[in-house]
């Protein structure tokens, strides 16, 4: 499956994560959200924001991103060593 299929990602998505080696969801799933995002931030990707954190993660488990609960981004924050 194609990144732009995933929940909550879009070509834009899609474009940004190629940069970065990941072209599937199964490329997105090997490295994992939140190493996808430090690559994202070292990359120094425009616009990159939370957000994409979150839509990421709710995209690999099929859920809408808002309802990513706050403990899988507690997480999430904490393997990209933020707060």
């Keep these: ?3 732009a299929e995933l ?3 879009g070509p834009a998505s899609a474009r940004m994560l190629a940069v970065v080696g990941s072209h599937t969801a199964a490329d997105l799933e090997a490295l994992g959200a939140a ?3 430090r690559r994202l931030q070292d990359a120094g990707t425009p ?3 939370r957000n994409m954190l979150w839509a ?3 995209g690999l488990l099929d859920i809408d ?3 990513l609960p706050q403990e899988i981004r507690s997480q999430l924050l904490a393997e990209i060593g933020e707060k």
Aim: glycine share 6%.
């Design 7 to 9: 929940r909550n990602l």
């Design 47 to 49: 616009g990159l924001s």
């Design 35 to 37: 190493e996808a995002y």
């Design 56 to 58: 990421m993660e709710a």
């Design 1 to 3: 499956m194609r990144i």
């Design 65 to 67: 991103w808002r309802n």
